[in-house]
């Protein structure tokens, strides 16, 4: 862990030519007490590191010093810089060594190329925050001590422990084999077993996470790709669902089946809309999802969420009605 703290201090500096200690303890997120004494361990191993008195002064190497470049090319940096600016990272608790592990691509290139990819990678943006409707979309918030426990068994093919709160129950421990880790828009999951049955835990809902020894009971190797597909396809077709067939204006059918799980079917209509047969979480969702897009949509059926959309429209109605 050290070793690596050096290497990305040596390569901070050659970045930016002086920092103090302060400002390096900020980037490398130790104390100004731990900088120092990592200044002192690089000047004892030979590496020309000196420090600068006064006002603008801090720590700098001398001119002409270089490290050992990894081969990389422009483009291959480019394309690491770029996979960088991804919120995954953040999600399983590598923000830290995704910053280390960016600052050492920029330094692999050659002098002629640092500044311009770093450049290039600050005019592409992957996932924002917001859409173009100021929608925000919040990653999820895991701490460093879970999400890193969670991430050491997942690697290392023990059982792990884990204090989860599934929705409406009460917390309680259950011991799983970690298969592996997705992000999906910012929030993280764990795919695992218990006792032989496939599980998804959301990593936002746990509340503490063990290691143990014990090997897990797992395959060697896996898709999670397709494991992941083959989960989603469970839960869109399980639970308290409902199928609902609806007529939608083609402006509005992207609004539609975003908020859907799934869509069964699709067809022109008569007058130029849309019919689809959509599948909705619960009849809550169903009402919500409808009841967003106004007269930009008509539910067909069923027969119960015709009648909750229309006594919520004469509720509005009545509250927004002249008084006599």
């Not at 022109?268 to 599948?279: K, Y």
Request: net charge neutral; aromatic share 6%.
């Amino acid at each position: 862990m050290r070793a690596d703290r050096l290497v990305s201090l040596v390569l901070l500096l050659r970045r930016h030519g002086r920092l103090s200690a302060a400002a390096l303890a900020r980037e490398l997120e130790v104390s100004t007490r731990t900088v120092l004494r990592d200044i002192d361990a690089l000047s004892a191993a030979g590496v020309p590191v000196y420090a600068e008195r006064g006002r603008h002064g801090g720590f700098a190497l001398l001119p002409g010093f270089h490290t050992e470049l990894t081969g990389l090319n422009y483009d291959e940096a480019l394309a690491l810089l770029v996979a960088g600016s991804r919120r995954g990272a953040q999600a399983f608790g590598l923000g830290s060594a995704l910053a280390s592990a960016m600052r050492k691509v920029v330094d692999a290139l050659p002098e002629s190329h640092r500044a311009i990819a770093a450049g290039a990678a600050e005019r592409l943006l992957i996932d924002p925050e917001t859409d173009l409707l100021s929608r925000r979309e919040v990653a999820e918030e895991v701490p460093d001590t879970i999400v890193t426990e969670i991430r050491r068994a997942v690697f290392a093919g023990h059982k792990l422990r884990i204090h989860y709160a599934a929705v409406d129950q009460t917390p309680k421990w259950r011991t799983v084999d970690p298969i592996g880790l997705v992000t999906v828009r910012g929030q993280g999951y764990l795919l695992a077993t218990k006792s032989g049955t496939d599980r998804t835990y959301r990593l936002s809902r746990v509340l503490a996470a063990e290691e143990l020894a014990e090997p897990a009971q797992r395959p060697d190797r896996v898709d999670l790709d397709r494991a992941w597909q083959e989960r989603s396809t469970r839960f869109r077709t399980g639970g308290d669902q409902v199928t609902v067939l609806a007529r939608v204006n083609p402006a509005r059918r992207e609004e539609l089946l975003r908020t859907a799980l799934a869509v069964r079917a699709e067809e022109p209509d008569a007058d130029g809309w849309l019919r689809l047969e959509v599948t909705f979480s619960d009849q809550r969702h169903a009402e919500w999802a409808l009841w967003q897009l106004a007269t930009s949509a008509e539910a067909l059926a069923p027969q119960w969420l015709r009648t909750a959309l229309r006594d919520r429209a004469a509720a509005i109605a009545a509250c927004y009605g002249v008084s006599s």
